[in-house]
């Protein structure tokens, strides 16, 4: 037979509301219940809501009545299945065979991953290290079918063994309300006197069969394992995508730092599962007034460490104004790729805090993309045209490079404007006959000279005895 194991999720939404992007638990004096709209029924609640009085299953005007200062969230079912699966990749670091049951089980087919870890014991401790990293409360145990580690778990055995003959009471000892069972069936079932899990089973399968129907048969025969239960295995998706409700709207951008960091939390253990580097992200901003606002964030250099990460987007969020307050944000993945094996000399030592491909993914989300260019020499001789913006860290052509004998400042004005002042000449003339095979052809003498103020000049005098000044030594 095959061993499974459940996790149970009582409060998969409240949990991850009351939950800090840090995993400490907010401020508790409060009471908080989930409610589910249709049915105005409370389905999760925290424990200062139940030490009121609170119960599951009570309207939300007796509740309040009961605990002042409730705070009432709405049920969301697309936030459970989302942080279902974000637990189900959390869990993949450990374990394969993983099915989402929901709105918030997990199963787990641990009979496969036994001689790997050695027994039950290190596989569920393994199990259990996973968990404690996440911020939600569960009940577990395990079963020789998924039909009854999943009704264990569900009335909190929290028992997790490999005894047959200890499951298969446990089982038995289980009252129908406690079942998968339609209310349908359990009336018809009392009725004839049978209220538990032992009562159903000392009825022979075909007299089920004649008497309550094949569908109460296939259940029976799944519950004890002697049919086939279809499983669809969880895979992990190829893109990464998350979100984050926020439980308060934030209106300084600042205050972003902690939930985003939650967020790039779980996009370092996604690339570290695929050993792949993230080289840009998108971080999506769902504003009260239902825009959105889009930041964008690049490394040059390839980066999966969150704290990394949040570095850049502190940086474009500083300069960033929204026209309403947040209430929720999503990030993803725009490109990743495999990692590249690191080459760098072993007595080189420390060259700098941060290396150039970093520098730049510094610069850019600081200035922007546009902002930062790189400067490449060129064959043309004309000085405004000798050097040109390219790709920052591009290498030139090896054909191009740059006259080590001329003299050249540092500083090149836009354009060149008259000489005003008295000077020296230290160099020159260096004659530029140039530009005749487009248009622009020039004819310049250019000499080094020297300021009164003791400034160093480039300057260039015309066929027509007009002197210029065209840049400063710095």
């Known amino acids: 037979m095959s061993l499974w194991i459940y996790l149970h999720f009582p409060a998969l939404q409240l949990n991850a509301l009351q939950s800090s992007p840090n995993g400490d638990a907010l401020n508790t004096s409060q009471g908080m219940i989930v409610v589910e709209g249709r049915k105005n029924e409370i389905i999760q609640m925290n424990q200062r809501a139940s030490e009121n009085g609170v119960c599951l299953g009570m309207g939300l005007a007796t509740a309040a009545s009961m605990c ?172 990464f995508q998350r979100r984050f409700d926020l439980l308060f709207e934030i209106i300084n951008l600042k205050l972003l730092e902690k939930p985003l960091l939650k967020l790039l939390a779980l996009l370092e253990s996604f690339l570290i599962m695929r050993d792949q580097y993230a080289h840009e992200l998108q971080l999506e901003l769902y504003l009260r007034d239902g825009n959105t606002s889009t930041v964008l964030v690049t490394s040059a250099a390839g980066e999966y460490q969150s704290k990394a990460w949040l570095s850049l987007f502190v940086l474009k969020l500083e300069s960033m104004k929204v026209t309403s307050p947040v209430i929720r944000i999503s990030l993803s993945a725009v490109r ?17 805090a941060l290396s150039p491909l970093e520098l730049l993914s510094v610069l850019q989300a600081k200035l922007g993309n546009e902002s930062v260019k790189g400067i490449q020499v060129t064959e043309d001789p004309r000085p405004h045209l000798s050097s040109a913006l390219c790709t920052p860290l591009e290498k030139a052509p090896s054909t191009v490079q740059p006259d080590q004998s001329l003299l050249r400042p540092s500083i090149l004005l836009p354009r060149p404007k008259p000489l005003r002042e008295k000077v020296a000449i230290i ?15 020039m004819i310049r003498d250019y000499f080094i000279v020297r300021a009164e103020n003791g400034r160093w000049l480039w300057v260039y005098r015309t066929p027509k005895q007009q002197w210029f000044l065209h840049g400063m030594f710095s």
């Not at 990692?339 to 030592?349: A, P, R, T, W």
């Open 68 to 239: 002042e200062g409730l705070y009432v969230i709405e049920y969301d079912s697309a936030l459970e299945s989302e942080k279902l699966k974000e637990i189900a990749h959390w869990l993949y670091m450990v374990t394969a065979n993983i099915s989402l049951v929901p709105p918030n089980g997990i199963l787990l087919q641990a009979s496969n991953m036994l001689t790997l870890y050695d027994g039950l014991a290190n596989y569920w401790q393994a199990l259990v290290d996973q968990l404690k990293h996440l911020p939600f409360e569960y009940s577990f145990a395990s079963g020789f079918s998924p039909f009854a580690a999943r009704m264990l778990a569900g009335k909190s055995f929290n028992q997790i063994s490999q005894s047959e003959r200890a499951l298969f009471q446990a089982v038995k000892q289980c009252d129908l309300s406690e079942t998968e069972l339609s209310s349908k069936h359990i009336t018809t079932l009392n009725r004839v006197g049978v209220h538990s899990i032992a009562d159903l089973l000392r009825i022979p399968l075909p007299d089920i069969a004649k008497r309550f129907g094949s569908d109460l048969v296939n259940y029976v025969g799944r519950l004890t394992g002697l049919f086939h239960h279809v499983i669809d295995f969880y895979h992990p998706p190829k893109q």
């Open 336 to 352: 990743v790729a495999a990692k590249q094996g690191e080459v760098s000399d072993l007595f080189d030592g420390k060259q700098g």
């Open 427 to 441: 160099k020159g003339p260096e004659r530029l006959s140039t530009g005749w095979w487009d248009g622009q052809a």
